[in-house]
């Protein structure tokens, strides 16, 4: 039987907010007016189905009816939102865009010139950035000129794309539009069916292996470096999308000297990484009064022509706890593998419903230990430099691939559940014995594998991968992430 709905009336400038608790679902319907999810428009008539912990909005500039079916943990209308500051952000944005499009029309070869937005936001844990990229997002392409942003993901905790660890890029031509906590920023073409308007995505992704950039500073540093020189060459590969300019969304650890210093002098070095490899002209700090002076100070003198802009933090922003990310973390692993979840599971039930239109079918194949190898990025666990002895120095770079051998058994424990990122073929020319080491660090991942038996005695890897294929003489990455399913 199903649920009553009810009508809710949204004035001008005011926004339902709502926060599902586990197993909660809620359903949005806009009946009369115009409103907004994450700045992309919503049609009439089309329901909108959230579940899976979602936390969301719905924006109307100028008054809407919604009709609203199941209850949300919490439920209320704001009317005090920081849109039009955000608004305010995307015509200065757009400006930018413009100009850079008239410059490269006109003349060509004056591509200095025609610099178009590339911005990085900032900000402490639960403070909105990734909405904020995602509302500039879809404002942009909303805007009616055919532009393309380039987005630009850092933060391993939620992965974007595909599954937490990574960091990526894609250009995105159609308006994201999320209902669940999975998958800020949509599905990939190799975890989403043809049914879905994301399923045409392609991100480039690299594999970083942890969900915090702490654990290993240096490699981020490196990957980070890396991504960006992707984007620059393939910006230069396809001009056309050149002034659509991109947006990088960043962990809460940026923010933070004390978890970003690292080794060096730098305290802010994750920040002066994105900043120089990605040539960010506008910084964007969400709410963070001590953030921006400091941002000023650094970037803000005018020799750097770099903007600092400080916007308010929304009042709708939840503080999500470990706990929390820890489920979506699950959660992110099992839909790449199985598809979106089309409701949580509720207590008593075997395994959740699934909307048969986003169900996935992976396989489950044994491999030899010696058809697939397998490295780790740097020591398992890297105490402080302070910590060793005077002296002393690490008998592994922290940026070093350290093969990983199955068939010790002191591994067994760490392989097990373990997710391993699948590189990119290695070019035909290159032997295995003969592989040079520095190549797997630039290596982008083509997908992800899940360790869910390991046999000794017949020395085999039982692995969940998307799809069957053979994984003979191809190379993988662990790190810390683990997935069990439940």
């Not at 008539?45 to 209850?71: I, M, N, P, Q, S």
């Not at 594999?207 to 990957?223: A, C, I, R, S, T």
């Not at 592989?435 to 083509?446: E, G, H, I, T, Y």
């Amino acid at each position: 039987m199903s649920e009553e709905s009810r009508q809710c009336i949204l004035n001008p400038k005011t926004e339902l907010r709502f926060e599902l608790d586990p197993g909660e679902t809620i359903t949005l319907r806009l009946v009369s007016g115009r409103a907004e999810l994450f700045g992309a428009e919503l049609p009439r008539e089309r329901a909108y189905h959230f579940t899976a912990e979602c936390k969301a909005a719905v924006f109307t500039w100028h008054g809407c009816t919604l009709e609203v079916t199941g209850h949300a943990s919490t439920e209320y209308v704001a009317e005090e939102t920081p849109m039009v500051s955000y608004a305010n952000c995307h015509a200065v944005l757009e400006q930018m865009r413009v100009r850079s499009s008239i410059i490269r029309r006109s003349n060509p070869t004056a591509s200095s010139e025609a610099v178009p937005p590339r911005v990085l936001v900032l900000g402490a844990e639960n403070s909105g950035k990734t909405t904020l990229c995602k509302i500039l997002l879809n404002y942009a392409l909303r805007a009616g000129q055919g532009w393309s942003p380039l987005v630009v993901n850092l933060n391993t905790w939620d992965g974007a794309w595909t599954v937490p660890g990574t960091i990526s890029a894609s250009h995105l031509s159609s308006p994201v539009v999320t209902t669940t906590a999975d998958n800020p920023y949509g599905s990939t073409a190799t975890s989403a069916p043809g049914t879905l308007s994301s399923s045409a995505l392609l991100p480039l992704v690299f594999w970083f292996g942890h969900v915090e950039p702490k654990q290993n500073l240096d490699y981020m540093g490196h990957l980070i470096h890396t991504l960006a020189l992707k984007v620059e060459q393939h910006s230069q590969d396809y001009a056309e999308f050149a002034s659509s300019g991109l947006f990088i969304d960043t962990p809460p650890a940026f923010a933070h000297p004390s978890q970003s210093s690292g080794q060096g002098t730098d305290k802010y070095a994750l920040v002066t990484a994105c900043v120089e490899a990605f040539h960010v002209n506008t910084l964007i700090v969400m709410g963070n009064e001590k953030l921006t002076v400091e941002m000023q100070k650094r970037y803000g003198d005018g020799t750097r022509q770099i903007s600092v802009v400080k916007v308010p933090r929304s009042g709708g922003v939840v503080e999500i706890d470990t706990a929390c990310r820890r489920r979506l973390l699950s959660h992110q692993l099992r839909s790449y593998f199985y598809g979106a979840r089309h409701s949580d599971r509720k207590e008593g039930e075997e395994d959740g419903d699934f909307d048969p239109e986003s169900a996935l079918a992976p396989t489950s194949s044994v491999v030899s230990f010696n058809d697939l190898r397998i490295y780790r990025v740097g020591e398992e666990s890297l105490a402080p430099s302070s910590a060793l002895p005077i002296g002393a120095s690490r008998a592994v770079s922290t940026i070093q691939p350290v093969l990983v051998d199955p068939s010790s058994p002191m591994q067994q424990s760490r392989l097990l559940n373990g997710v391993l990122a699948l590189l990119a073929p290695l070019p035909a020319n290159v032997i295995q014995d003969d592989l040079d080491l520095a190549q797997l660090l630039d290596r982008n991942v083509s997908g992800f594998l899940v360790i869910t038996a390991v046999d000794q005695e017949q020395k085999t890897l039982t692995v969940l991968a998307p799809s069957a294929a053979s994984l003979e003489g191809r190379v993988a990455m662990l790190g810390s992430i683990e997935w069990q399913e439940a």
